[in-house]
């Protein structure tokens, strides 16, 4: 077995990932929201709150996993490729926690994403001949179809930051994602798969599921529909706070929303199935360690 670390621009995911018969299954998980990229718009850096949220969460991770007993793979993701202080923040991380990150281009994260995703489909039994995978970030938003990648520097924190309220982002999403949309249209595909926190909490959200009580194995394979966007939207809206911590996780609220403006715009032109996947960049990168690919893919 091997741990599978993924530091986002968001989240930070850890996972305890075994082999069998060229499936990989997480045995144990663990997330905690980080918001790496909050703030890195105004100065290029990783803030302080940022760095203290993030070490925090690694000290609560230690408790759960030994880092010494398993051999572990550790990326970081967009929030990292634009700080200028990661290298040092990185460093520290090793000194206190052995923890060895690499901070990944965006057209290799798409590439493991791809793959995470690809082994749950296969452990689900989903035929997955023809299908475009979408990972909506923090700070950047990758799409693949499992044979051409590409990464987008908008996600949900930048966009959040950026324009503030609901009606801003409304008015400007389209030209946020309109490359994005553009190459998404350009695919042939059966359906379409969206994995990261925003759609898995829109599937948790439409099965009736309160933030600490997530299953993935309820979310994976949960269908979405283009209304649902709409409706899902409206009902976090008018949840007050207190509820919305419970429903999606304590301050999530409105970047959940902003995920759900940035999500529906991309998607409202598509006519095929859309479903929810939990696996992601955390597994993605233990597929391709055990497939013998990880350095191979790290290189683009």
Do not use: W
Not at 24 to 37: D, N
Not at 134 to 139: F, M, R, S, T, V
Not at 179 to 184: D, G, V
Not at 241 to 256: E, F, H, Q, S, T
């Amino acid at each position: 077995m091997i741990i599978g670390i993924d530091l986002g621009s968001n989240t930070l995911r850890i996972a305890l990932i075994k082999h069998e018969n060229g499936i990989c299954f997480v045995e144990k998980s663990f997330e905690a929201i980080v918001g790496s990229a909050r703030g890195l718009r105004e100065n290029m850096l990783i803030s302080d709150e940022a760095k203290e949220r993030i070490f925090n969460a690694l000290k609560l991770a230690k408790e759960e996993f030994d880092f010494s007993l398993f051999e572990h793979i550790a990326v970081a993701t967009a929030a990292f490729r634009i700080a200028k202080n990661s290298d040092i923040i990185f460093k520290q991380i090793q000194e206190l926690f052995g923890i060895k990150f690499q901070i990944i281009s965006g057209d290799s994260e798409a590439r493991y994403i791809n793959l995470g995703v690809k082994n749950a489909l296969n452990r689900l039994e989903i035929p997955n001949k023809n299908y475009v995978c979408i990972d909506l970030g923090g700070a950047s938003s990758e799409i693949s179809d499992g044979n051409t990648f590409r990464s987008f520097k908008f996600g949900i924190i930048t966009f959040f930051e950026e324009f503030k309220t609901i009606k801003d982002m409304s008015e400007n999403v389209s030209s946020v994602v309109k490359q994005a949309k553009e190459f998404l249209s350009s695919f042939k595909k059966d359906f379409i798969v969206l994995t990261s926190g925003v759609a898995t909490t829109m599937a948790a959200l439409k099965l009736g599921i309160d933030y600490d009580d997530y299953d993935a194995n309820l979310i994976n394979g949960c269908s979405l529909d283009i209304q649902d966007f709409t409706d899902l939207k409206q009902m976090l809206i008018e949840l007050c706070d207190d509820k919305a911590d419970i429903v999606v996780g304590k301050n999530r609220k409105m970047l959940v929303v902003a995920g759900m403006i940035l999500l529906k715009e991309l998607l409202k032109d598509e006519s095929v199935k859309i479903i929810t996947i939990d696996d992601g960049l955390r597994e993605g990168i233990v597929v391709a360690y055990f497939k013998r690919e990880f350095d191979k893919i790290l290189k683009n």
